[in-house]
């Protein structure tokens, strides 16, 4: 409830505040602006099926289309301007079913609540004079939110990486693998890279290093990743984004993706994907955390908007 009442929070105000925090960037996602689109494949070994009926899962290759992204809705900010990272992907079963996720190399996320996404927003927008967020305002959000320091703390501990290629990336929230006499386990995933993770070293300001640095490694290779079930045991907090499991959880390792080539995302094959997350095949449902269902109406909104632009851009 509230989520769709008129003068609380809606999809369209969360969007309006990207917008209003990154300035007007038609045809562009409203968050996570800057990005490039990657062709490859699933390849499962039927670990996964012990717990998902979804196809997936099973000893069978899913061809996946995917984007590698930096948070905020400018599409010309620096690559490593910030640490944080993502990996939005779809897979094509041969059934037609899709599943997409939208993942960050954060294991958890700052805030556990729409209304406070949104309230961080509001906290982190620029300052006109300076272009920067004003600190007191930042540093008064967090001090009301303590929920946030989890995922601070994780930042300050683990350095940002110096590739997409070698960063792991996490679903964040949780989801319900359902089996096919409709068991229910709670996991959440994530994809680790096979190659090491490597610190960025200092001085990397150029615009597009991550991207120019994935497209040559593209060219000379493929990359992979195993894409990993966390499992949630009884008591886990499963529909609260701030809280990371225990480490000794059971992990499942559900397969193999293996990237093959870069697109540009203006006439590449993501662009006009909405990597909504609520979009599941059958196997795989939505928790309970009051995130997921956020997301969803507001990359729809920002589907919708950035859609409507493109067709106007291309008509002109
Ligand atoms: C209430 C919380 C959140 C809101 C309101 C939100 C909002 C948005 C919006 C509006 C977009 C642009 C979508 C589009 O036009 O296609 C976006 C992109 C994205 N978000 Fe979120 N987000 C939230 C939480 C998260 C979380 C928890 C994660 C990570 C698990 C995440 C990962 C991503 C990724 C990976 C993209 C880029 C997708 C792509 O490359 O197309 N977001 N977000």
């Known amino acids: 409830a509230g989520w769709f009442t008129p003068d609380r929070l809606t999809p369209q105000r969360i969007t309006n505040s990207f917008t209003a925090n990154a300035g007007e960037h038609p045809g562009f996602r409203r968050n996570h602006a800057k990005g490039v689109c990657v062709i490859g494949y699933f390849e499962g070994n039927g670990q996964g099926s012990r717990y998902s009926s979804a196809t997936v899962f099973g000893q069978v290759r899913t061809p996946v289309v995917g984007r590698f992204a930096v948070p905020g809705g400018n599409p010309s900010v620096a690559d490593t301007s910030s640490p944080v990272r993502s990996l939005a992907l779809q897979f094509t079963s041969a059934n037609g079913e899709q599943w997409r996720t939208g993942m960050n190399n954060t294991p958890i996320f700052i805030v556990n609540t729409p209304q406070a996404f949104y309230e961080s927003l509001q906290a982190a927008r620029p300052d006109p004079a300076t272009g920067k967020p004003d600190g ?21 501990a683990n350095p940002p990486s110096s590739s997409f290629i070698n960063s792991t990336f996490y679903s964040i929230n949780a989801f319900k693998l359902v089996d096919g006499s409709g068991r229910i386990q709670l996991a959440r995933w994530s994809v680790t890279p096979d190659a090491a993770y490597d610190q960025l070293p200092p001085g990397v300001t150029a615009p597009n290093a991550l991207q120019d640095e994935l497209i040559a490694r593209l060219q000379n290779g493929t990359a992979r990743w195993h894409l990993q079930l966390q499992l949630a045991q009884a008591g886990d907090q499963v529909n609260d984004a701030t809280v990371a499991w225990p480490a000794d959880r059971p992990v499942v390792d559900a397969g193999v993706l293996t990237l093959e080539r870069a697109a540009a995302q203006d006439d590449g094959p993501c662009r006009d994907i909405n990597f909504d997350p609520t979009i599941l095949p059958s196997g795989i449902k939505v928790s309970d955390d009051p995130l997921l269902a956020a997301r969803s109406g507001a990359y729809d909104s920002s589907f919708n908007l950035r859609a409507r632009e493109q067709a106007a851009l291309h008509a002109k």
């Not at 009301?144 to 994780?154: K, V």
């Open 136 to 156: 007191a305002r930042l540093q008064a959000f967090f001090k009301a939110h303590p929920e946030t320091a989890p995922f601070r703390q994780w930042l300050k």
